[in-house]
């Protein structure tokens, strides 16, 4: 069910459950400002959700109110997390939706990096 992008952020999601370590999620990296782990309902041989660890409902507020070093470090650990999982020289997409119509499904801003297989073109 597609969630709004705005509005106050829930603490009970599920991502913010995974960052207090309520449920367990198989992490592939960590910093202080990120966690990255598999995804549980893969949609390519690579499935990995990144999260910044601050609470952020969706990009539309992450790029709104996260600071200009914490936007770095999430792209930059993005990144980081392609490279340590070989992705680089075949590719792979990153990805964010951020409300209904985007289909949001939850409330806290996270990126998909999909990758492992040549993935079929984006719809439009």
């Not at 995804?39 to 952020?56: E, G, L, M, R, S």
Request: charge should be neutral.
């Amino acid at each position: 069910m597609a969630v709004n992008g705005t509005g106050p952020y829930n603490s009970d999601n599920i991502f913010a459950k995974i960052l207090r370590g309520d449920i367990p999620c198989k992490k592939v990296f960590e910093n202080e400002w990120v966690l990255a782990f598999h995804d549980i309902a893969p949609k390519a041989p690579v499935h990995i959700i990144v999260i910044p660890k601050q609470p952020y409902v969706s990009f539309i507020d992450f790029s709104k109110n996260a600071s200009t070093e914490e936007i770095a470090a999430v792209m930059r650990s993005t990144g980081q997390v392609a490279a340590t999982l070989n992705l680089e020289e075949s590719g792979y997409r990153v990805i964010t939706n951020a409300g209904q119509n985007a289909g949001q499904e939850v409330p806290h801003f996270h990126l998909h990096v999909l990758g492992g297989k040549a993935l079929p073109p984006f719809p439009v």
